[in-house]
């Protein structure tokens, strides 16, 4: 049978002569059936389980009849605001409108309406008061329990009762959705649907619920931020499959939201499988005239490798939604997935990406957590490296090696980032090597996000020093390689714990290296994540003790123009921000100054001690400096 797109329409759903749907797919995005889309994971899983599904890409959410297209589905709705949160997807960290959506025909920012999951669900209640309604995806995901809300700047429920859906699916739901289907298929009611690993119920009496912890109840949340932090942390040391407790979040005497232990990590042969399903590989052909969806681009000859992270960044939020427990596809399937596109007429011989979250994970951290999972109180790289994490990249080159030699390919890159501290911590320098040798095109970018170690604690991240010993390594190797190669550094300003002293030693240390970043990252609180909890309670719910959030927008944009204080524009707030951090010292003219005083008097004092420079430098003949390129294009006249 010929492979094509899953319908998106009532004739598409007729031309395949159905006469219904088992399940309608409901998504904020538009229809890219690309194994990056979760969308196109589940809709094939499901297909692949016998099961009809037809999608409703980006409904208009001011007309019902929008998500009437296939008329009521024989099992349920699924529910996905898509692969962002709809909130980060519509608004910067200073909560200005986004111009652009690249999850959209054309990058058109509108198509979809801001808390999308559950505007998508009021939408559906409005027709179809009873039939199942199954929510999931990264914003699900992430709000199954009450959580903070950055953009109304308020404690919220858990999505299940805003949405009015029925059932979450959270995490990666390749297994979740099939045991759902499944159930559903047999006759089983939606609200006897209890009990499945990876999934978020509610529930009116706790008699059936077994082996829980009870967490702080929604009044005593909203009480005290405390509470929320306590609460925040007993989620947080339970997202393992293998050691996670089922929680209950008490909503009043009739009413528990159940969130059951997350579902077990899928295994290399499933994880292949899940890759060679018939995805079409790019967006729906009626989105062409539209100028087609720009998400594409990056992902349509990346390979994604893995699954899961055990780097514990705090402002990161895969250990709720992805886990800490590495899974991995063969090089067989990876290698049989680039084969499909390496022959692409617009393929130009360079493979983007070869990774997922950290692209040098390819293994678990330790053989424990296969049978164990992962520690429920300590980390596995923070604040140093475990004695039992295992640091190997022989396979990752392996695999990288394979593909360099397949036909057509020129390049491999690996853009999806490589963990610093995990590659500095192999005393095997193989593939260090031949990262700068064959992986790195002039610049390679690493996540150290600071370099005050007060703050690094707060992000989960190593000793700057441990950065320091990697740029060193760095820069030796690319030397013996006769390459001259360089770092490039994301940074972070504002996260919690980042006062402005720290701010300021980081525009130092961006002084001695020499470099000013084009973009900088003010921390952005989206739900779930350890710095969030941070940011909202005061405190670090790993040890309740008080942490310096700033929260002011003009403190925020103060520690932001630090770390750009070379551009003219930010020099005012680069002085107001030496003033407050009483450091004075860096106005002026010497090499350790970050900003030059003005042309008028500071300090009470001319800007130059001797009152005839102007005429000596004049005396002098002074070459003029070359401008630096800035890629600023003159219009021709």
Known sequence: MENRFLPICRKDMLERGWEHVDFVYVTGDAYVDHPSFGHAIITRILESHGFRVGLISQPDWKDKNSVNEYGEPRLGFLVSGGNMDSMVNHYSVSKKRRANDAFTPGGVMGKRPDYATTVYCNLIRQTYKKTPIIIGGIEASLRRMAHYDYWSNKLKRSILLDSGADLISYGMGERSIVEIAEALDSGLAIEDITYIDGTVCKVKSLDNVYDALILESWDELKENKLNY??????????????????????????????????????????????????????????????????????????????????????????????????????????????????????????????????????????????????????????????????????????????????????????????????????????????????????????????????????????????????????????????????????????????????????????????????????????????????????????????????????????????IQYRNPKNYDLVLEALKVADRMDLVGFDKHCLIRPRQDKIYGRPTSSKPDAKKEVSKKVVPKKKKAIRNVHKKKR
């Open 229 to 562: 932090a306590k609460s925040f942390y007993k989620q947080y040391c339970n997202t393992d499959p293998f050691s996670g407790k089922r929680l209950v979040e008490p909503y009043s005497e009739h009413l528990y939201v159940v969130q059951n232990p997350p579902a077990k990590p899928l295994s290399q042969s499933e994880m292949d499988r899940v890759y060679s399903l018939p995805y079409m590989r790019t967006y729906h052909p009626s989105y062409e005239e539209l100028g087609g969806v720009p998400a594409i681009e990056e992902v349509k000859y990346s390979l994604i490798s893995n699954r899961g992270c055990f780097g514990g960044c705090s402002f990161c939020a895969l250990t709720f939604h992805q886990g800490r427990i590495i899974q991995t596809r063969s090089h067989e399937s990876l290698i049989a997935e680039a084969k499909k596109f390496i022959w692409d007429k617009d393929f130009k011989g360079y493979i983007h990406d070869v990774g997922g979250p950290t692209a040098n994970f390819r293994a678990p951290a330790c053989d424990k957590q296969l049978t164990k999972g992962a520690c429920v109180n300590k980390q596995c790289l923070f604040p140093t490296p475990c004695k039992n994490l295992k640091v190997d990249h022989k396979d990752y080159l392996k695999l990288l090696r394979k593909l360099r030699e397949l036909p057509n390919v020129k390049k491999v890159f690996i853009r999806s980032g490589i963990r610093f501290d995990y590659l500095i911590a192999d005393k095997d320098d193989s593939f260090f090597r031949e990262l700068c040798e064959h992986h790195v095109s002039g610049q390679l970018k690493v996540a150290p996000e600071h370099v005050a170690d007060p703050v690094l604690q707060m992000m989960g991240k190593p000793e700057n020093s441990v950065y320091q010993a990697f740029t060193k390594k760095y820069k030796q190797i690319n030397e013996k390689l006769g390459k001259k190669q360089f770092l490039v550094p994301y940074l972070m300003s504002s996260h919690p714990g980042s006062t402005m002293k720290e701010a300021v030693a980081l525009a130092e240390y961006l002084r001695d290296l020499g470099y000013m970043p084009e973009q900088v990252q003010d921390f952005y609180p989206t739900p779930s994540t350890i710095s969030t909890c941070m940011y909202y309670t005061g405190v670090d719910p790993r040890t309740m003790k008080p942490v310096y959030v700033p929260k002011n927008p003009h403190e925020k944009a103060m520690q932001r123009a630090l």
